[in-house]
Protein backbone atom coordinates (compact mmCIF):
# COMPACT_ATOMS: atom_id res chain seq x y z
CA UNK A 1 0.00 0.00 0.00
CA UNK A 2 3.41 2.07 0.26
CA UNK A 3 3.07 4.77 -2.41
CA UNK A 4 6.13 4.38 -3.70
CA UNK A 5 6.59 0.68 -3.11
CA UNK A 6 8.27 -1.09 -6.09
CA UNK A 7 7.82 -4.34 -7.34
CA UNK A 8 11.15 -5.73 -6.32
CA UNK A 9 10.41 -4.23 -2.44
CA UNK A 10 7.31 -6.23 -2.92
CA UNK A 11 8.51 -9.24 -3.80
CA UNK A 12 11.29 -9.19 -0.80
CA UNK A 13 8.54 -8.26 1.60
CA UNK A 14 6.33 -12.04 0.83
CA UNK A 15 9.34 -13.87 2.00
CA UNK A 16 10.37 -11.76 4.98
CA UNK A 17 9.19 -13.03 8.06
CA UNK A 18 7.99 -10.67 10.70
CA UNK A 19 10.75 -11.47 12.86
CA UNK A 20 13.38 -10.51 9.51
CA UNK A 21 11.16 -7.35 9.36
CA UNK A 22 11.15 -6.21 13.22
CA UNK A 23 14.92 -7.19 13.51
CA UNK A 24 16.79 -7.14 10.45
CA UNK A 25 19.72 -4.73 9.74
CA UNK A 26 19.73 -4.91 5.98
CA UNK A 27 19.55 -1.50 4.64
CA UNK A 28 16.60 -3.11 2.69
CA UNK A 29 14.60 -4.63 5.51
CA UNK A 30 15.21 -1.71 7.24
CA UNK A 31 13.48 -0.23 4.30
CA UNK A 32 10.27 -2.13 4.66
CA UNK A 33 9.98 -1.73 8.05
CA UNK A 34 9.61 1.89 7.87
CA UNK A 35 7.48 1.62 4.86
CA UNK A 36 4.85 -0.73 6.57
CA UNK A 37 5.58 1.77 9.63
CA UNK A 38 4.21 4.81 7.75
CA UNK A 39 1.36 3.02 6.15
CA UNK A 40 0.09 1.47 9.37
CA UNK A 41 0.30 4.62 10.93
CA UNK A 42 -1.75 6.43 8.14
CA UNK A 43 -4.46 3.58 8.53
CA UNK A 44 -4.31 4.51 12.35
CA UNK A 45 -4.81 8.10 11.59
CA UNK A 46 -7.41 8.10 8.99
CA UNK A 47 -9.64 5.06 11.32
CA UNK A 48 -9.40 7.39 14.43
CA UNK A 49 -10.25 11.25 12.55
CA UNK A 50 -12.38 10.72 9.28
CA UNK A 51 -16.24 12.14 10.66
CA UNK A 52 -18.86 10.67 8.65
CA UNK A 53 -22.08 12.64 7.74
CA UNK A 54 -25.18 11.59 6.15
CA UNK A 55 -26.15 12.36 2.57
CA UNK A 56 -29.42 9.87 3.41
CA UNK A 57 -30.51 7.34 6.06
CA UNK A 58 -27.98 4.55 4.29
CA UNK A 59 -25.38 6.30 3.27
CA UNK A 60 -22.49 7.83 5.14
CA UNK A 61 -20.00 10.01 3.28
CA UNK A 62 -16.74 11.48 4.41
CA UNK A 63 -12.88 13.25 3.13
CA UNK A 64 -10.03 11.67 3.05
CA UNK A 65 -6.89 12.41 1.25
CA UNK A 66 -4.26 9.40 2.19
CA UNK A 67 -0.62 9.62 1.13
CA UNK A 68 -0.73 6.09 0.71
CA UNK A 69 -2.79 3.53 -1.21
CA UNK A 70 -4.94 2.70 1.81
CA UNK A 71 -8.27 4.53 0.63
CA UNK A 72 -10.20 1.17 0.09
CA UNK A 73 -8.71 -0.16 3.36
CA UNK A 74 -10.34 2.08 5.41
CA UNK A 75 -13.46 2.17 3.53
CA UNK A 76 -13.61 -1.42 3.99
CA UNK A 77 -13.05 -0.81 7.84
CA UNK A 78 -16.29 1.60 8.11
CA UNK A 79 -18.26 -0.53 5.63
CA UNK A 80 -17.55 -3.49 8.42
CA UNK A 81 -18.87 -0.94 11.45
CA UNK A 82 -21.75 -0.17 9.79
CA UNK A 83 -23.25 -2.65 8.36
CA UNK A 84 -26.17 -2.31 5.46
CA UNK A 85 -24.93 1.71 5.29
CA UNK A 86 -22.79 2.75 1.99
CA UNK A 87 -19.72 4.27 2.26
CA UNK A 88 -18.67 7.14 0.97
CA UNK A 89 -15.26 8.22 1.10
CA UNK A 90 -13.13 10.70 -1.10
CA UNK A 91 -11.37 14.08 -2.22
CA UNK A 92 -11.14 16.38 -5.05
CA UNK A 93 -9.68 13.32 -7.49
CA UNK A 94 -10.78 10.46 -6.39
CA UNK A 95 -13.49 8.30 -3.84
CA UNK A 96 -13.81 5.02 -2.49
CA UNK A 97 -17.41 3.19 -1.97
CA UNK A 98 -18.21 0.28 0.56
CA UNK A 99 -21.33 -1.77 1.14
CA UNK A 100 -21.22 -4.70 3.82
CA UNK A 101 -24.51 -6.87 3.62
CA UNK A 102 -24.62 -10.44 4.44
CA UNK A 103 -21.37 -11.00 5.78
CA UNK A 104 -19.18 -9.13 2.47
CA UNK A 105 -18.36 -6.25 1.41
CA UNK A 106 -18.87 -4.43 -1.55
CA UNK A 107 -16.30 -2.23 -3.21
CA UNK A 108 -15.72 0.25 -6.05
CA UNK A 109 -13.34 2.75 -6.35
CA UNK A 110 -14.53 5.65 -8.16
CA UNK A 111 -12.86 7.41 -10.90
CA UNK A 112 -14.66 10.87 -9.84
CA UNK A 113 -14.44 13.16 -7.38
CA UNK A 114 -16.33 12.62 -3.72
CA UNK A 115 -18.64 15.33 -5.26
CA UNK A 116 -19.11 13.67 -8.33
CA UNK A 117 -19.96 10.11 -6.31
CA UNK A 118 -22.10 11.88 -4.15
CA UNK A 119 -24.60 13.05 -6.40
CA UNK A 120 -24.41 10.23 -8.79
CA UNK A 121 -25.56 8.19 -5.31
CA UNK A 122 -28.11 10.92 -4.68
CA UNK A 123 -29.87 10.76 -8.38
CA UNK A 124 -29.65 6.65 -7.90
CA UNK A 125 -31.59 7.05 -4.68
CA UNK A 126 -33.80 9.48 -6.35
CA UNK A 127 -34.75 6.87 -8.88
CA UNK A 128 -35.12 3.72 -6.81
CA UNK A 129 -38.44 3.55 -4.43
CA UNK A 130 -39.11 4.39 -0.48
CA UNK A 131 -38.90 1.04 0.35
CA UNK A 132 -35.53 -0.09 -1.43
CA UNK A 133 -33.02 -2.60 -0.88
CA UNK A 134 -29.57 -1.82 -0.17
CA UNK A 135 -28.34 -4.01 -2.21
CA UNK A 136 -30.22 -2.85 -5.45
CA UNK A 137 -29.18 0.46 -4.86
CA UNK A 138 -25.73 -0.87 -4.71
CA UNK A 139 -26.22 -2.89 -8.27
CA UNK A 140 -27.92 0.46 -9.63
CA UNK A 141 -25.11 2.19 -8.71
CA UNK A 142 -22.60 0.10 -9.91
CA UNK A 143 -24.20 -0.89 -12.90
CA UNK A 144 -24.39 3.21 -14.00
Not at 106 to 117: A, F, I, K, P, V
Request: glycine share 6%.
Amino acid sequence: MHESCSEPQLCRAEKLTTEDVELSPDPEDVGIRKMISSVLAEIYRMRAFVRLKPLDNQVLYGYLKPRHKTGDDICRFFARRSPFTIIVLGNSLESWISLCAGGRVLQDNSCGSLEQTLDEISSVLGRVEKDRDLEEVWKVYYSS
